[in-house]
């Protein structure tokens, strides 16, 4: 969940940089894991490095949209 920028947090290079914060609860990352070991499999990519399904994708609006079970 998006929370909000925080406006010229550091220099970087010389130049200013915002941060964007975002919120997880513990509760939530069970399947944000998944769905980051999901998409970091081999078969998710391009040989050319393009991946086939996005990690947005994969997290859709409320979460995991990819059953555990589905996936062994």
Do not use: C
């Not at 919120?23 to 990352?29: E, F, H, I, S, T």
């Not at 944000?32 to 997290?59: C, H, I, M, V």
């Amino acid at each position: 969940m998006f929370k909000g920028i925080f406006r010229q947090h550091m220099i970087a290079n010389g130049r200013s940089r915002d941060t964007a914060y975002f919120l997880m609860l513990d509760g939530g990352w069970p399947d944000r894991k998944r769905n980051f070991e999901l998409w970091l499999q081999p078969d998710n990519f391009f040989e050319d490095g393009r991946q086939k399904l996005s990690l947005a994708t994969l997290n859709g609006a409320g979460g995991l949209i990819v059953p555990s079970a589905s996936r062994a």
